[in-house]
Nanobody
Framework: QVQVVESGGGLVQAGGSLRLACAAS????????VGWFRQTPGKEREIVSA????????YYSESMKGRFTISRDNAKKTVYLQMNNLKFEDTARYYC?????????????????WGQGTQVTVSS
């Protein structure tokens, strides 16, 4: 059973950067795709980015393209989300989720395991 823990959130000024990490346990992590989602109070959770099991396929929501980069290190069982040029509207709780198949998906309904999230706050 795969479990994930997010880290790397914090308070940053607009224009700054953060790198989130999603550390997984379990032997089969390298077979699974991973997604990053975010949620603010009163709003639905939305996808930020996703990466396939091998790392050769990625997805970004339109507003994150060119600013965020997803990557993974299967040897370390970790997926990263590098976030640059952060904006106030990026403030949210960011969640890592694992989908027990190799291909990426954009809808949260396809993800099986979720972390507790890490808070990102961008000051304007």
């Amino acid at each position: 059973q795969v479990q994930v823990v997010e880290s790397g959130g914090g308070l940053v000024q607009a224009g700054g950067s953060l790198r989130l990490a999603c550390a997984a346990s379990g032997r089969t992590f390298s077979r699974y795709s991973v997604g990053w989602f975010r949620q603010t109070p009163g709003k639905e959770r939305e996808i930020v980015s996703a990466i396939s099991a091998s790392g050769d396929s990625t997805y970004y929501s339109e507003s994150m393209k060119g600013r965020f980069t997803i990557s993974r290190d299967n040897a370390k069982k970790t997926v990263y989300l590098q976030m640059n040029n952060l904006k106030f509207e990026d403030t949210a709780r960011y969640y890592c989720a694992v989908r027990r198949t190799s291909a990426i998906a954009m809808s949260e309904m396809w993800y099986d395991t979720w972390g507790q999230g890490t808070q990102v706050t961008v000051s304007s």
